[in-house]
């Protein structure tokens, strides 16, 4: 009952047919202030990290936040930290070319970011992605299930995607889709994404009939639904029109989006548990931030209706800078690493992580190039 309940408010939600008149807070800030806040949390970061840290996939996930951001600023301080990680790395992966966990192709995300930087490219900064993702590329036919938790498409699906356009070969599109179906589909027997709401259970013991929360409700946990929605947000800006499943992946991003909008909470964060909203309560912003990105990139690509979703990232990106990030430009507010609502709780102002910042970036940088004047 309690499960059929969610599913039916947020449907009814999703649905609703009036859009309130926007206040304040369903305004994005001019794309300067934007900007300036960017700015202010990526040199806080960087400035409190020396060391540019380890190559797996938190940290890789900051260095996707941070490359962004270098795209809209120019910004050479910010090219010149990544690059440094990248070079302490050699560009290499954790666990070296053989590996197939998505946890260690995240890195290659950024390592083909620099790659197309270059006016000369160096075929050394992706060699070591490109030979690991072709291993599974050439084996997919056989072995697809090794993607068996929604993060990993936000870790994976993006190399794939690059390395197929980059290589005009779509033999990495395919395998790609393979791995993912598997996860959307069959993993654990239905696969993770709840054909009823649009969300996706972090991995099969989240499933029905698996763990559930104190309420008895499904727990459908924010952060891993941002990853899937920051997964397709980056497949889709690479993928193009003529590979078929694009269409079913656009429309998967919007049937995510309107779930997300009809629990969004009324100070615009989202809850850790997005069934469940007596379960665990409070601001979060490493969730909140993903599906900030993704909304923005859904708005930029016409996916989704401009007067309902903008004010849906607004409201997001607006409650993140007010009440997340601190004068300094620290971020505050982002669960610990998990696979729950109850990982690293509780989630306080003065709990940060690169991969949350990382995501912050991401959702910025999308509204940035939104564009619009002042309040727009």
């Known amino acids: 009952m309690e499960r059929r309940q969610f599913l039916a408010t947020g449907a009814a939600l999703a649905a609703g ?40 996939w938190a940290r890789a996930t900051f260095f996707s936040g941070l490359m962004a951001l270098h795209r809209l600023t120019r910004e050479p301080r ?56 072709r291993r599974m590329a050439d084996t997919s ?9 929604d993060d990993a498409l936000h870790m994976a699906m993006p190399p794939f995607a690059q390395l197929g356009a980059l290589r005009d070969d779509r033999a990495y599109w395919d395998a790609m889709h393979a791995l993912y179906t598997h996860t959307r589909s069959a993993e654990g027997g239905p696969g993770l994404r709840d054909a009823h709401s649009g969300l996706w259970y972090r991995d099969k013991r989240f499933l029905p009939g698996g763990i559930s929360s104190p309420n008895g ?5 924010s952060r891993g639904n941002g990853w899937v929605a920051g997964a397709h947000a980056k497949v889709l800006a690479v993928l193009p029109d003529a590979f078929a499943p694009v269409r079913a992946y656009r429309a998967t991003l919007v049937g995510e989006l309107n779930a997300l909008r009809a629990v969004q909470r009324s100070d615009g964060f989202w809850n850790v548990n997005l069934a469940d909203p007596e379960h665990l309560p409070g601001p979060e912003t490493s969730g ?10 859904a708005l930029r690509a016409g996916l989704v209706p401009r007067d309902t979703f903008r004010p849906v990232a607004a409201r997001a990106w607006n409650a993140m800078v007010a009440t997340a990030v601190h004068p300094d430009g620290f971020l505050g507010y982002v669960q610990a690493a998990g696979d729950r609502p109850e990982s690293g709780q509780p989630i306080t102002r003065d709990a940060t992580a690169d991969f949350g910042v990382g995501a912050f970036l991401l959702a910025g940088t999308e509204l940035a190039a939104l564009g619009g004047g002042p309040g727009r």
Do not use: M
Not at 109 to 129: G, H, N, R, T, W
Not at 141 to 149: F, N, Q, R
């Open 288 to 297: 909140t931030a993903f599906f900030t990105y993704a909304t923005a990139y």
């Open 78 to 133: 910010y090219l010149a930290y990544a690059s440094d990680w990248a070079e302490k790395h050699a560009y290499g992966l954790h666990n070296g070319v053989t590996t197939r966990h998505a946890d260690d192709h995240c890195a290659g995300q950024v390592y083909l970011d620099l790659y197309a930087l270059d006016a000369s490219p160096d075929q050394a900064k992706i060699a070591a992605i490109e030979d690991s993702l």
């Open 217 to 221: 409700r499904p727990v459908l946990w």
């Open 17 to 56: 047919a009036a859009v309130p008149a926007p206040h304040p807070a369903d305004r994005l800030p001019a794309r300067a202030g934007i900007v300036a806040v960017l700015r202010r949390v990526a040199d806080h970061w960087i400035g409190a990290h020396a060391d540019p840290g380890d190559n797996e």
């Open 141 to 149: 036919a056989e072995k697809h299930d090794d993607w068996w938790w």
